[in-house]
């Protein structure tokens, strides 16, 4: 049967189970655009950047383990994604990227709307197609979906001239179920059984072992093979900032975060621990510090499925490169239950002297007690979404994070603006679970345009905007790294954002004092559809504990709350 | 990261033959600010696949790093550091030089210690080539400076691992 390119993107799209699609159109994809009315099943929501077609994909992607897929045209269409795929690079977030070129005969005539997508996407995609006939298109949609969501996922970019929209080429439905194999590409399911071997052995003889657990450990959904490993043998689980929500934050066993603005306890421990398992984590610099100063006294094992990070960060003593949640299912029925009595007391006896979440009391509105205000009042049950600042790292700290999956952040790339499109890609992917975005007013404003897609589509996300009306972390490392000399970061004119919200049709409430603070964010719960609070807290507060960056645990700033 | 031995590294990968390969290998060594001292690319014994060797240089562990996140890419089907492995190179180089009947005779001595073909001669120009390792080429260059080098074109070093003994 004769199909034309158009079609067959949108029937392997649907093959796909790529059905939800953010984007927007323009000249070199409106062909594509001309046929998505042909099939109902695609749902198309139209943004108001790309860029927040592209971080609402990877919202998307992130909340619900599925690819999520944007559209763009050619030229600026195209380069307002870079910043959204990069972002899903980082955090091996899965996205299939589809992009309108300029018809063939205008490729490399500087035609209107022009660029070398494949060529400036390749740093940040983890392949990228440039498709010059449409009968490519089915096995290059097959082999796009399979890389981005297999091995460490990523996102995928897939360019197509205008004349290949419209090219008609004749095509069997049945090739959408054949097997797909890639030469060269065989992401590691099991790891090595002598490593395996290795690595019992280590945790037997361990007496002070910590797990780091990272984002790996969602992606291949190994929550259970993790409480299974930590409960069995005692071992503490840190979690990396994108490992938040791998493991209940009310567990016993749980330590919540290191790192830089980590929780004191688990830095301290991971320093002291004789035996650190890694788990689906890359040892990030903002974790690590001074590299040649990080758990110096441990042995290290290190679970990954990318190969290219066994030792890139940090040496490691046993590697088990393979899919975390078989390589925990390898070794788990070879460990013999365990307690670490003395191990665990010492880590309660950290916790008590080091009371890094504590929260002070004052009379000032402060980020932390609206954060912890809206843990309580969700139960530590709803998906949050942040930008990158303090108000991430108030939220990383100061939610209880129990529900798996419920923490959505950029962490390796920081991408401010993160925190309006993938918090509206996130609910879309979970319309039944409550999101909220936890926004600073400085990334606020850099994406707040899709509050119009988010009330046109009543997505119903929750808006708690801790506002300072500062960048609130280029605040306090001018205050601490550069002698309190100030630049560029206030914002003397922030708008009022009660009105702002209003004026795109959605509920808004202001709050200035802690009294306030708990009804505004059940006056949002119960509210059917979007809602923002701007949380006008106070400007002088800074983020603790802290390692300032390059150092060790040896130079943890910690807050001194007790004579408040 | 502990740095060491900055020298120059040997890396062979195969490779899928398609468009952009080469852009997408060269970006990673770029990232890292390696140069690529050499490059040679050709198809290999298997049906739509090439092989690349090349020379970078820069510090060990960050050859092997940059290996590693070859291997990542799609396209690349294997690759391998192979400078700590048994291995033999060659390079290939045509050289154009002043030669009038005069001095023809004595670059053809020359040319036979070191294994030199003439492949092209006019009135007063001729161009020779050879194969060897770099240092053959170097010594060869050098011998023939007197005469007159108009051009030099090298190709960049194809190699392979020794066979078991």
């Known amino acids: 049967m004769k199909k034309t390119g158009a079609q067959l993107l949108c029937e392997g799209l649907i093959h796909h189970g790529g059905t939800k699609i953010f984007g927007i159109p323009g000249g070199a994809i409106l062909p594509l655009y001309g046929t998505l009315s042909q099939y109902p099943e695609l749902e198309h929501i139209l943004v108001r950047h790309e860029q927040g077609a592209s971080h609402a994909a990877d919202g998307f992607s992130r909340a619900t383990g599925k690819p999520g897929i944007c559209f763009a045209t050619s030229g600026p269409g195209a380069t307002n994604l870079i910043t959204g795929m990069a972002t899903a690079m980082m955090d091996s977030s899965p996205m299939i990227a589809i992009t309108g070129q300029v018809s063939r005969p205008g490729i490399g005539k500087d035609s209107f709307q022009e660029i070398d997508i494949t060529g400036a996407s390749l740093p940040v995609t983890k392949h990228n197609y440039l498709v010059m006939n449409a009968s490519e298109i089915p096995q290059v949609v097959k082999e796009a979906f399979y890389i981005a969501t297999t091995g460490r996922p990523g996102p995928v970019l897939i360019d197509i001239p205008r004349d290949v929209f419209m090219e008609e080429v004749e095509f069997d439905s049945s090739y959408w179920k054949e097997e797909i194999e890639i030469l060269g590409y065989n992401p590691p399911k099991f790891a090595n059984n002598t490593q395996v071997d290795k690595a019992v052995k280590l945790i037997e003889k361990s007496n002070r072992p910590v797990i780091l657990a990272g984002h790996g450990v969602i992606i291949s959904h190994a929550y259970d093979e993790l409480l299974k490993l930590a409960e069995s043998v005692q071992i503490p689980v840190v979690t990396t900032l994108l490992g938040i929500s791998s493991f209940p934050e009310n567990h016993v066993l749980s330590l919540s975060f290191p790192g830089m603005h980590g929780v004191a306890w688990a830095s301290l421990a991971l320093d002291q621990a004789d035996l650190v398992i890694a788990i689906g984590s890359r040892f990030d610099d903002r974790i690590t510090g001074d590299t040649s100063r990080f758990a110096t006294k441990s042995k290290k094992i290190h679970i990954d499925i990318d190969p290219a990070e066994i030792n890139k960060n940090i040496e490691v003593d046993v590697p088990l490169i393979g899919n975390v949640k078989d390589v925990l299912n390898q070794l788990l029925p070879k460990l013999k239950p365990k307690t670490h009595i003395d191990w665990i007391n010492h880590i309660d006896k950290l916790k008590s002297d080091h009371p890094s979440l504590k929260i002070k009391k004052t009379d000032d509105l402060i980020g932390q007690y609206v954060v912890k205000s809206l843990s309580d009042e969700t139960k530590g049950q709803s998906v949050i979404v942040t930008g990158v600042g303090q108000h991430q790292m108030w939220a990383a700290q100061h939610y209880m994070y129990c529900s798996q999956n419920s923490w959505i952040s950029s962490g390796g790339l920081g991408t401010m603006g993160f925190e309006v499109p993938a918090a509206l890609g996130a609910k879309v992917g979970c319309p039944d679970k409550m999101v909220w975005s936890i926004a600073g007013d400085g990334g606020f404003q850099m994406t707040l345009s899709e509050l119009a897609t988010i009330v046109e589509n009543n997505i119903k996300v929750k808006f708690a905007l801790l506002n300072n009306n500062h960048l609130g972390m280029i605040t306090q490392w001018q205050e601490m790294f550069f002698d309190e000399d100030y630049y560029a970061n206030a914002y003397t004119a922030n708008p009022d954002f009660v009105k702002l919200a209003n004026a795109y049709g959605m509920k808004a409430l202001s709050v200035d004092n802690n009294e306030d603070v708990r009804p505004a964010i059940r006056e949002a719960n119960a509210h059917d559809g979007p809602f923002l609070i701007d949380f006008k807290i106070k400007k002088e507060e800074n983020v603790f504990p802290m390692i300032p960056s390059g150092q060790s645990v040896n130079e943890l700033v910690e807050e001194s709350i007790d004579g408040n | ?165």
């Not at chain 2, 020298?7 to 970006?27: D, E, F, H, K, P």
């Not at chain 2, 050709?42 to 020379?55: A, D, I, N, Y």
């Open chain 2, 1 to 165: 990261m502990v740095t060491s031995n900055t020298g120059s590294r040997t890396v062979i990968a195969l490779v899928q033959n398609r468009a952009g390969v080469l852009a997408r290998i060269c970006g990673l060594f770029r990232r890292q600010g390696f140069n690529i001292a050499s490059l040679a690319v050709g198809r290999s014994e298997q049906k739509g696949l090439s092989r690349m060797t090349f020379v970078v240089e820069g510090p060990e562990e960050v050859v092997r790093l940059v290996a590693a996140k070859l291997d990542r890419l799609i396209e690349v089907v294997k690759v391998e550091d192979i400078s700590d492995k048994e291995h033999v190179y060659r390079e290939m180089v045509l050289i154009k030089l002043n030669a009038d009947n005069e001095k023809r005779g004595e670059i053809l001595q020359l040319a036979n210690i070191f294994n030199v073909k003439t492949v092209d001669v006019g009135v007063d120009q001729m161009t020779i080539e050879t194969t060897g390792d770099s240092k053959d080429i170097e010594s060869l260059l050098e011998l023939l400076e007197p005469y007159g080098v108009i051009e030099v074109m090298r190709t960049g070093r194809v190699a392979v691992l020794k066979s078991l003994e």
